[in-house]
C-alpha cells in the first residue's frame, strides 16, 4: 500500500443521533491521507465541537470492523462512525 | 439464520431453524416494545442500522455463541424500521442437547447485540417528542 501522503476526500457514514445532528447520513472529509482514526475524529469534532462528547463516545468502523485509534485510513476505506449502539 | 426485516418477526419460523431432532432443549427469548417504562409511555420505537456490519456482527456472535456454549443451532432475527408497543423486535432461538448451554447461550447472544451491533433506536414517546437512544452517552 502506497502511505505516501496527499490531499484526499473520506467519505464518513453517519447514523441515528449522530445523523440527526449533522442532518446528513454521509460527511465528506477532506484530509491528507493516511490519517490516523483518531485524527480522523478530531476533524470530524472541529466541524461541531458542540458534539463533541456524542462523537468522542463514537466508535470508527473502517471497511465493516471496528478500527483501533491508531488505525490508518484512506480515502479507498469505507469509515463509519458508530455512536453507542441500542439494538434490541 | 440471521436477518433483518422491515417485516413483522415469525417467530415459528425461527424455532423451525433451529429444531434438531438430537436437540433436547429450545430456547427462544422474543424482545418486545414496552408501551410503558415507569410513567413514560412509548408510541413507537424505530431502528435503523449499519446494515452490512451488523449482518457481519451478528454472524460472528452466532458463531462464537455456538463454539463457546457448545450448542447447536442459531437464529437471530432483528426488525428495523417502525415498531409498535407489544411487536417483536429481536427474536433468538438456540437449540442445544441440554437446557443450561442453551439458556446461557440465549442471554449471551441478547447481551451481545446490545453491545456491539450497530443498530439504533429512535424512541417517540406519548408526546410525540423522538429521542435517538445512546447508551453511555446522553441521549440526542
Not at chain 2, 432483528?78 to 440465549?106: I, Q, Y
Request: charged letters at 20%; a negative charge; glycine letters at 4%.
Amino acid at each position: 500500500m502506497n502511505l505516501e501522503n496527499s490531499v484526499a476526500h473520506i467519505e464518513v457514514l453517519l447514523f441515528a443521533g449522530l445523523k440527526a445532528q449533522f442532518q446528513s447520513s454521509r460527511l465528506i472529509i477532506s484530509t491528507m491521507t493516511p490519517i490516523a482514526v483518531n485524527d480522523l475524529i478530531e476533524l470530524i469534532i472541529s466541524l461541531r465541537p458542540d458534539l463533541s462528547d456524542h462523537i468522542s463516545a463514537s466508535l470508527v468502523a473502517c471497511n465493516g470492523q471496528i478500527a483501533e485509534t491508531s488505525k490508518m485510513i484512506t480515502e479507498k476505506d469505507e469509515v463509519a462512525l458508530l455512536p453507542p449502539m441500542s439494538g434490541g | 439464520m440471521i436477518r433483518l426485516t422491515t417485516s413483522i418477526i415469525n417467530s415459528a419460523e425461527l424455532v423451525r431453524f433451529v429444531s434438531d431432532p438430537n436437540h433436547g432443549a429450545f430456547v427462544l427469548f422474543l424482545g418486545t416494545i414496552r408501551k410503558f417504562t415507569l410513567e413514560k409511555e412509548t408510541k413507537s420505537v424505530e431502528y435503523e442500522a449499519y446494515e452490512p456490519m451488523a449482518v457481519s456482527v451478528l454472524e460472528q456472535i452466532e458463531a462464537q455463541a455456538v463454539s463457546q456454549f457448545k450448542i447447536g443451532k442459531v437464529s437471530i432475527v432483528h426488525r428495523l424500521g417502525k415498531c409498535l408497543p407489544e411487536e417483536v423486535a429481536v427474536a433468538v432461538a438456540v437449540s442445544s442437547s441440554h437446557r443450561r448451554n442453551a439458556f446461557d447461550a440465549c442471554s449471551w447472544i441478547m447481551d451481545e447485540i446490545k453491545r456491539v451491533v450497530p443498530i439504533w433506536k429512535l424512541e417517540t414517546d406519548g408526546d410525540d417528542v423522538s429521542t435517538w437512544i445512546h447508551p453511555q452517552s446522553n441521549s440526542i
